[in-house]
């Protein structure tokens, strides 16, 4: 079965920091790969997505992803952090056929110190 | 391009009371899919739509709640009666049909079950 985890609840940086947001996922074959923002009362955007190909992929606001099929991960990192980044960033694991089904991880809340 | 449309954006109502969401997918989008949002939580899928059939709606709770897309278009998720558990943001999103390619996200609606 299809599962995602961000162990990481909550994270505080300094703008002008580095920034990386954790991602494992479980799936039994080649996963697509997804990383959405969450803005306070709005929806997701989506900042991201590995489908194949090259494992570090970039993405939108500067934020980049890599997969790492041997640790099962896809961490998101940004070299330097603006306080507009400030919101909850959620990884999904996509099903490549079938139900197109997205699994959410439980989200990491960005916290940016000026 | 307009993106998803849902209304309302805010609901209050008080348990046992009907209620019901509205949203508008992405023009050329056959498909719709409603998330439920709790507190500190990933969405999880409710019900997926390919235009007028709902072809994944194991996760929808059917003793009370109803989804509708009649003409393959805009949409309606009703829970009747609310319960205080179901005090949620509900998310609407649309993709391409078919595809586990980049679902588009509306606003989403809060509601408050009192």
């Known amino acids: 079965a299809q599962s995602v985890t961000q162990p990481d609840i909550h994270i505080t940086v300094s703008e002008g920091a580095s920034l990386e947001l954790r991602c494992n996922y479980s799936y039994g074959a080649t996963p697509y790969l997804f990383w959405y923002v969450q803005s306070p009362g709005q929806g997701l955007q989506l900042l991201l997505k590995y489908f194949s190909g090259d494992t570090l992929v970039q993405g939108i606001k500067g934020f980049e992803a890599e997969f790492k099929r041997s640790q099962s991960s896809f961490n998101l990192r940004k070299p330097s952090v603006h306080w507009s980044d400030a919101a909850e960033y959620f990884c999904?694991?996509?099903?490549?056929?079938?139900?197109?089904?997205?699994?959410f991880g439980t989200g990491t809340r960005l916290k940016v110190l000026a | 391009e307009a993106g998803v449309v849902q209304s309302p954006r805010y609901k209050i109502i008080e348990k046992k009371q009907p209620v019901a969401f509205w949203c508008n997918p992405i023009s050329g989008h056959n498909t719709l899919y409603w998330y439920l949002q709790n507190l500190g939580q990933g969405p999880e899928l409710l019900i997926r739509y390919e235009n007028e059939e709902a072809v994944d709606d194991s996760q929808l709770p059917k003793d009370r709640f109803s989804a509708e897309r009649l003409k393959g278009v805009d949409s309606t998720l009703k829970i009747q009666p609310a319960e205080l558990g179901d005090s949620a943001v509900y998310l609407c999103a649309s993709s391409l049909e078919g595809s586990v390619d980049e679902q588009f996200f509306g606003p989403g609606t809060r509601l408050t079950v009192l």
């Open positions: 999904a694991v996509g099903a490549a056929s079938g139900t197109y089904k997205y699994i």
